[in-house]
């Protein structure tokens, strides 16, 4: 029933509803129980440290989970849409508790969140529809993205720490929650995912305009805010500029309308005369909002918390000669802090990029007098030359090529507006040569083969096509991708060549061969999971960020994350026939007809439908006749022959039914296999049509598969668990039917 290696509980195939995992267990595996219907409830020992992403997921049934005491980290979506949790309360031991890990969970009324916990991950409770009241511990530092989306019963929501940072759409959906709740949510530390920074707006916004009130001190003199003063740097005397600086910054705009400075283009502090273009002068503005930085809380807070939002600043100019202060110089001064990697030229390129792709947005062609400008790079844009076609590349084993595959080529390929998509697979040496490490070799496709597949796979779209440069690749041979990229690029020389790469694959990007010639000559398409921020990834990172302009990030299905050509290897290995969802049915039947799927038999119906006990084939059995075998088998529930007797006239569906109602025999649990084992085994013994269709099936594998859970007698076709005592039975008789055969033609 358990599969327990070196601590990690892979799997359970046991029946039971009420489970106590062993003692010992160290780690509960991603999906080890997986869609489990039975399971109620589940007491997890104190030695278990990690529960895995998926182990709990869709078990519908389950109510109750008690957890250990050493547990330190919950997986993402380890208990998704357990929609009959109540209520879950988290050890102190826990630390963290990773993307989705209870969304969908709509009972779930109350949590306990421990205090050692650091951060809420995105969507952790989203869809909770029945939560009414969450405390954030204090060590909870952010709050991320979608957090508590969609709770809309929740009424209450308690911080307790003040200095707790929480994303806009932390709450986004939670419609039931009280403003008095929500004015407890700390203002100042809401982090935003987008961000208008004008004069107008409110909180965040607001609180970055230069406008805003700040107490700090410069060069001695006493200073209101930022606005004061930039206004007061249009004035020789010192007397009136010390004036200016103490005003607010509405005060202190209206006190610097004077526009004389713009002849001269010279502007003053304490003395000293700066030109307005001039490194001098850009010196001044850097020493000024350090000083805010150091002084003032706040402002250092707020700049802090930039890392990842997208930035707009409302209005402003781009030009020096009318403006003591640009959009890019705006920037720049807040950016810096966040992000210390960054230049100033890097701040006026993105900022001039910024603007030109909003006002184009916003406004077409000729933009409009209040474009808002975008102070990050746009991501989801790719960056093009002129109206040079673009043609995605996605490289891979593909042994072999999944659904999963398919749409992240056809996903790319929209983001792009591209006009082909290539897959472009490694060579049979080099897939073999990779199994070969983990024991399989075996399963590795031959070129041929995997080619046809991908080729069936495009058959339905124009766009999609396969490149066979890879495959003919000598054996041994050393290949990178950015030659790879270049011999496709000599076949489509118009074209601008976007390779397409995960996520998690930006940290090892900057080692890449050639990697400064890959990213000036080709782009590279992310492909984002939900609850990935590779646009963060890039700005924090020196390299990614100085070639930004070479990337683009795209959003994917979240299911391609449960699709992969090893998980369906693994299927196939052990004749879990759900693998077939994997893939498309032609590289499903290109797969049997080229004898890599074992053929086997896990639906009874349509041409093995005998096989089913709700076949309607009489039989006799402890000394009464039946219309079917499930009869038979559901008499065999009572305490008495009179019962018995009652199943005599019934179809298999109304047996099943009245059998649910009877009183059970005090041994059913006992002796329920061995009886189904006799009456499959009188069910062929006596319809010698029926034992000469078993007999055809051969060697084949019989399963039987069912889409209700029935782990005992059958297996679960969407989980790949159950025992198949069933489908064991009919092959046992198999057996036995052949045997007697034999024996009788050697006779």
Not at 344 to 350: F, G, N
Request: proline letters at 4%; a negative charge; glycine letters at 6%.
């Amino acid at each position: 029933m358990w599969q327990i290696e070196d601590g990690n509980l892979i799997s359970y195939s046991g029946d039971e509803t009420d489970l106590v995992i062993p003692e010992g267990t160290v780690q509960i595996a991603n999906r080890a129980f997986f869609g489990n219907k039975r399971l109620r409830s589940v007491r997890i020992p104190d030695t278990v440290m990690k529960i895995s992403s998926f182990a709990f997921a869709e078990c519908e049934a389950l109510e109750s989970v008690e957890m250990g005491e050493n547990i330190k980290r919950i997986g993402e979506h380890a208990f998704e849409k357990c929609s009959n949790l109540k209520e879950m309360i988290l050890p102190d031991s826990v630390r963290s508790v990773q993307d989705a890990a209870f969304q969908d969970c709509s009972g779930l009324s109350r949590v306990r969140l421990p205090g050692q916990l650091m951060s809420l991950s995105n969507r952790v409770f989203a869809g909770c529809c029945r939560l009414k009241e969450a405390v954030i511990p204090a060590g909870v530092r952010t709050v991320e993205k979608e957090v508590f989306s969609g709770c809309t019963a929740l009424r209450s929501v308690i911080f307790e720490s003040a200095d707790t940072a929480v994303w806009d759409n932390s709450f986004e959906e939670c419609t039931g929650l009280e403003e008095e709740s929500m004015r407890r949510i700390p203002e100042h530390f809401r982090r935003p995912l987008e961000l208008w920074i004008n004069s107008s707006g409110s909180g965040f916004a607001l609180r970055l305009h230069n406008r805003q009130e700040r107490h700090f001190v410069f060069d001695d003199v006493v200073c209101g805010s930022l606005e004061g003063v930039l206004q007061s740097l249009k004035f020789p005397d010192s007397a009136v500029q010390e004036e200016i600086c103490g005003l607010s910054g509405r005060e202190a705009y209206e006190a610097g309308m004077d526009p004389g400075w713009k002849e001269t283009q010279t502007l003053y502090w304490r003395g000293e005369a700066y030109a307005r273009e001039s490194a001098e002068y850009d010196c001044l503005m850097d020493r000024l909002y350090q000083a805010v930085y150091d002084q003032d809380p706040q402002f250092r807070l707020d700049v802090n918390l930039l890392k990842g939002a997208k930035l707009y600043l409302k209005k402003g100019s781009s030009c020096r000669a009318n403006h003591v202060q640009t959009r890019a110089e705006l920037f720049w001064e807040l950016l810096r802090f966040a992000n210390p990697e960054m230049s100033r030229e890097d701040a006026e390129r993105m900022a001039e990029a910024g603007r030109k792709s909003r006002q184009t947005e916003e406004f077409g062609e000729n933009g409009g007098p209040d474009s808002e400008m975008a102070l990050s790079r746009d991501f989801t844009r790719v960056k093009t030359e002129e109206d040079r076609p673009r043609i995605v590349v996605l490289g891979g084993s593909f042994n072999p090529p999944t659904a999963a595959h398919l749409a992240l080529l056809k996903a790319a390929v929209d983001a792009a507006d591209a006009q082909l998509g290539l897959f472009v697979p490694t060579p049979f040496w080099y897939v073999e040569r990779k199994l070969k490490k983990t024991g399989h070799q075996e399963e590795a496709l031959p070129d041929e083969l995997r080619l046809k597949m991908l080729q069936s796979m495009c058959a339905g779209d124009r766009r999609l096509a396969v490149d066979e440069s890879e495959l003919r690749r000598p054996k041994g041979e050393k290949s990178f991708t950015f030659e790879t990229l270049e011999k496709i690029q000599e076949h489509y020389p118009e074209s601008r060549i976007l390779f397409v790469a995960g996520s998690d694959k930006l940290h090892i990007i900057p080692r890449w061969h050639r990697i400064r010639e890959f990213v000036e000559k080709f782009g590279i398409l992310v492909a984002k999971r939900r609850g990935e921020s590779p646009e963060t990834v890039i700005m924090n990172h020196p390299f990614l960020a100085e070639y930004r302009e070479s990337f683009a990030v795209f959003k994917v299905p979240d299911w391609l994350d449960t699709v992969s050509s090893s998980g369906f290897r693994e299927k196939v290995r052990r004749h879990d026939t759900s693998a077939r969802e994997m893939v498309t049915k032609e590289v499903w039947e290109l797969l049997k007809k080229n004898g890599k799927i074992p053929e086997v038999i896990d639906r009874f119906r349509e041409e093995y439908d005998f096989l089913s006990n709700f076949y309607p084939a009489e039989i006799e059995y402890g000394g009464l006749r039946y219309l079917n075998s499930e009869a038979a088998f559901q008499a065999q529930k009572c305490l008495t022959e009179e019962e018995k007797q009652q199943f005599t006239c019934l179809p298999s569906n109304k047996a099943k039914r009245l059998g649910r109602q009877v009183q059970l025999r005090p041994d059913w649990e006992e002796v329920k296999t061995a009886l189904m084992e006799e009456i499959v085994r009188a069910k062929f013994s006596q319809n010698p049509e029926l034992k000469e269709k078993l007999l055809a099936t051969g060697e084949i594998p019989l399963i039987e598969g069912n889409t209700w859970g029935d782990t005992y007698w059958g297996v679960d076709l969407r989980t790949g668990k159950g025992d198949n005592h069933l489908g064991r039975i009919l092959m046992q008789v198999r057996r036995e039917l052949r045997e007697q055969t034999d024996r009788k033609d050697e006779g």
